[in-house]
T-cell receptor, first 117, second 109 residues
């Protein structure tokens, strides 16, 4: 099956710093990548959708200047949390959808647990 | 508005059968997904239904009724490792996934 990697798996940073999370599709080309965050015992919340080579589409309430998304190639998307605050602490998950995604199935990365102190 | 409803929590016994229901209301419909998510991990794909009927895949089966806006995930011969959250998600007319809040399944020996 399709594999999506995410790096780092865990990160602890101080308030005010920026953190970059990478999402890679390892064995397929991902035309569309999705970024989610998930709070404990809650469902996935879609933050943004990005298509290769174009600007990301952010969901309502998600600050585009705070959560910078770059989908530079068909196998890589990055999420940068800028000027992190403790309330940004969460589980961030990316998913990718392939070129021949007839079923529109999303393949998920393993997630990144961000803790802002 | 768009909405996905599924029970918050269910409990079942090892070796038994459990059915997790999901109802959906979306603007357009292009299929329904079930994902399994263990605590602290990302979701993993279980099934996809776009036509009415039952799809069987080993111990897991998924059913869809488009006219009723209803789906269920059936888990047979439950094992302790099946303890997880099960997420129902519908694909809307824009091919965006609308997620349910998930059903936490607790398996007891």
């Amino acid at each position: 099956g399709a594999v999506v990697s995410q790096h780092p798996s865990r990160v602890i940073c101080k308030s005010g710093t920026s953190v970059k999370i990478e999402c890679r599709s390892l064995d397929f080309q991902a035309t569309t990548m999705f970024w989610y965050r998930q709070f404990p015992k809650k469902s996935l919340m879609l933050m943004a959708t990005s298509n290769e080579g174009s600007k990301a589409t952010y969901e309502q309430g998600v600050e585009k200047d705070k959560f910078l998304i770059n989908h530079a190639s068909l196998t890589l998307s990055t999420l940068t949390v800028t000027s992190a605050h403790p309330e940004d602490s969460s589980f961030y998950i990316c998913s990718a959808r392939g070129i021949s995604g007839e079923t529109y199935e999303q393949y998920f990365g393993p997630g990144t647990r961000l803790t802002v102190t | 508005g768009q909405n996905i409803d599924q029970p918050t929590e269910m409990t079942a016994t090892e070796g038994a059968i459990v059915q997790i229901n999901c109802t959906y209301q979306t603007s357009g419909f292009n299929g329904l997904f079930w994902y399994q998510q263990h605590a602290g991990e990302a979701p993993t794909f279980l099934s996809y239904n776009v036509l009415d009927g039952l799809e069987e895949k080993g111990r897991f089966s998924s059913f869809l009724s488009r006219s009723k806006g209803y789906s269920y995930l059936l888990l047979k011969e439950l094992q302790m490792k099946d303890s997880a959250s099960y997420l129902c998600a519908a694909l809307d007319s824009n091919y965006q996934l609308i997620w349910g809040a998930g059903t936490k399944l607790i398996i007891k020996p």
